[in-house]
T-cell receptor
C-alpha cells in the first residue's frame, strides 16, 4: 500500500517549457487535490477533483490544467512554465469531501524550479 | 478574506512543553486540523477539533475556542524528532482546507 505517490520528485524547467506532474493513489479515494507550497505562505489549492472525470478550480488555478481520467490518477499540467511557478507541489487525496475528522493524505511532493 | 495566523518560528528545549497558537478568520467553520511537516517531507495529520475544548492524543493535545477563532497545539515532553513545522488548517463552509503558513519549531538539547 504505497498511499499517495508523485512523479517526478524534482524538475528544472526553462521559462516557456511544459510539463506534467503525475499523482497516483491506491486508497480508492474519491477526492484528489493539487497544492503548491511557497516559503512564508500556507498551502494553496490549485485544482481539485471530486471524482473520476471531474475537476474544479481552487484558489490559484491560473497557468495550470488538470485531468482525472482514472480514479487513481490526477495529473497537473503546466503549459508554459513561468518563474513564478517555482514551488513545491503536493498532491493529496481524501475518501470524500471532508466530513468529520476525515483528513487528507499527502504525497511526498515535487520540487519544481523554473529558470 | 480568509486568514489563518500562526507564529513563524518557536524554539523550545528538549523535555519541555511548548504551545503553538493559531487564530483564524474564515468563511464558515467545519473543523480545525493540525498537521506536522518535517523539512522536505509531506504534511501528516496530527489532530482534529470541531467542538470547543481539548483533545488529547499522547504527548500532543489540541484546543479549540470557536467563539474566539483560536486554537493551540500543545506538545509535552519534547523530543528532538519533534523539530518540524506545524500547520494549522481550517475547513471552511465550502469544505475546503484553508492553511496557515506554519510554525517552525526548533528543539534544542
Amino acid at each position: 500500500n504505497a498511499g499517495v505517490t508523485q512523479t517526478p520528485k524534482f524538475r528544472v524547467l526553462k521559462t516557456g517549457q511544459s510539463m506534467t506532474l503525475l499523482c497516483a493513489q491506491d486508497m480508492n479515494h474519491e477526492y484528489m487535490y493539487w497544492y503548491r507550497q511557497d516559503p512564508g505562505m500556507g498551502l494553496r489549492l490549485i485544482h481539485y477533483s471530486v471524482g473520476e472525470g471531474t475537476t474544479a478550480k481552487g484558489e490559484v488555478p491560473d497557468g495550470y490544467n488538470v485531468s482525472r481520467l482514472k480514479k487513481q490518477n490526477f495529473l497537473l499540467g503546466l503549459e508554459s512554465a513561468a518563474p513564478s511557478q517555482t514551488s513545491v507541489y503536493f498532491c493529496a487525496s481524501s475518501p470524500s469531501g471532508g466530513s468529520g475528522s476525515e483528513t487528507q493524505y499527502f504525497g511526498p511532493g515535487t520540487r519544481l524550479l523554473v529558470l | 478574506g480568509q486568514n489563518i495566523d500562526q507564529p513563524t518560528e518557536m524554539t523550545a528545549t528538549e523535555g519541555a512543553i511548548v504551545q503553538i497558537n493559531c487564530t483564524y478568520q474564515t468563511s464558515g467553520f467545519n473543523g480545525l486540523f493540525w498537521y506536522q511537516q518535517h523539512a522536505g517531507e509531506a504534511p501528516t495529520f496530527l489532530s482534529y477539533n470541531v467542538l470547543d475544548g481539548l483533545e488529547e492524543k499522547g504527548r500532543f493535545s489540541s484546543f479549540l475556542s470557536r467563539s474566539k477563532g483560536y486554537s493551540y497545539l500543545l506538545l509535552k515532553e519534547l523530543q528532538m524528532k519533534d523539530s518540524a513545522s506545524y500547520l494549522c488548517a481550517v475547513r471552511d463552509s465550502n469544505y475546503q482546507l484553508i492553511w496557515g503558513a506554519g510554525t517552525k519549531l526548533i528543539i534544542k538539547p
